[in-house]
């Protein structure tokens, strides 16, 4: 009865856990919410357009305090550390986040995500976070990028290594217009997109065809051992 016991009393921790953590916790764990995109891709099916964001970011003692600033459908994230604005004069610092109506597409970028726009009516003194989440219906973004023009030059601002399922992360000290993309030569030559956009290596597809084909011989040198059984058999009959 030890046994059981102890994992009724692990479900029921785990249960109490979980239900203080987060509700973004949870954000991997399944199928990604639905994307809200400004251009679908003909796979999409019903589309709700994106929203936009607003966030007032308060002034203590003379700094501008640790906050976030996100559109309402949480598929773009900005993150403030302390300090982050010269809050000179200022009691606070407001922050919007619009998604661009329009879908750009600059020479030798494929952009995954909607373009959204990020403005504040203080100026940057330290680096900021920006989360941008996808769809699963395209292919996995290799970098965010940045422009203070959407019709004009984007500077990649590279992605790192930390992120939730179908997100992708980076820091930048400027805000601007950001989207998630790759270049237009990617996915690489060597790879083809499958069903949810995501990537597959040829070489998988390959070794998947090499394998059936290596197995034809066998199978005919065994249907030919067979029929010679049963002619053997009928011969003796």
């Given at each position: 009865m030890r046994r059981p016991a102890l994992l009724a009393a692990a479900a029921v921790a785990y249960v109490l856990a979980a239900w203080a953590v987060a509700p973004g916790f949870y954000d991997g764990f399944g199928p990604p919410a639905p994307y809200n995109f400004t251009c679908p891709p003909p796979q999409a099916g019903a589309n709700t357009k994106p929203t936009s964001g607003h966030a007032t970011i308060k002034v203590?003692?003379?700094?501008?305090?640790?906050?976030?600033?996100?559109?309402?459908d949480g598929q773009i994230v900005i993150g403030f550390l302390p300090g982050a604005f010269d809050v000179t004069g200022k009691t606070s610092v407001?922050?919007?986040?619009?998604?661009l109506d329009t879908c750009p597409k600059p020479p030798a970028i494929a952009?995954?995500?909607n373009v959204y726009h990020v403005t504040a009516d203080a100026p940057l003194l330290k680096s900021v976070t920006v989360t941008m989440r996808y769809s699963n219906l395209e292919p996995d973004p290799s970098d965010v990028y940045l422009a203070s023009d959407p019709n004009g030059t984007w500077k990649?601002?590279?992605r790192s290594s930390q992120a939730q399922p179908f997100t992708v992360n980076t820091?930048?000290?400027?805000?601007?217009?950001?989207?998630?993309?790759?270049p237009s030569a990617s996915p690489p030559p060597n790879t083809v997109t499958v069903g949810g956009g995501q990537t597959l290596p040829i070489v998988v597809a390959v070794l998947i065809v090499a394998v059936v084909l290596a197995g034809l011989p066998l199978a005919v040198v065994r249907r030919r051992r067979s029929a010679s059984s049963e002619a053997d058999a009928d011969d003796e009959a």
């Amino acid at each position: 009865m030890r046994r059981p016991a102890l994992l009724a009393a692990a479900a029921v921790a785990y249960v109490l856990a979980a239900w203080a953590v987060a509700p973004g916790f949870y954000d991997g764990f399944g199928p990604p919410a639905p994307y809200n995109f400004t251009c679908p891709p003909p796979q999409a099916g019903a589309n709700t357009k994106p929203t936009s964001g607003h966030a007032t970011i308060k002034v203590i003692n003379g700094i501008s305090d640790a906050a976030s600033a996100y559109d309402d459908d949480g598929q773009i994230v900005i993150g403030f550390l302390p300090g982050a604005f010269d809050v000179t004069g200022k009691t606070s610092v407001s922050v919007d986040v619009v998604p661009l109506d329009t879908c750009p597409k600059p020479p030798a970028i494929a952009f995954v995500t909607n373009v959204y726009h990020v403005t504040a009516d203080a100026p940057l003194l330290k680096s900021v976070t920006v989360t941008m989440r996808y769809s699963n219906l395209e292919p996995d973004p290799s970098d965010v990028y940045l422009a203070s023009d959407p019709n004009g030059t984007w500077k990649s601002l590279g992605r790192s290594s930390q992120a939730q399922p179908f997100t992708v992360n980076t820091s930048t000290t400027s805000l601007g217009y950001f989207a998630a993309g790759y270049p237009s030569a990617s996915p690489p030559p060597n790879t083809v997109t499958v069903g949810g956009g995501q990537t597959l290596p040829i070489v998988v597809a390959v070794l998947i065809v090499a394998v059936v084909l290596a197995g034809l011989p066998l199978a005919v040198v065994r249907r030919r051992r067979s029929a010679s059984s049963e002619a053997d058999a009928d011969d003796e009959a």
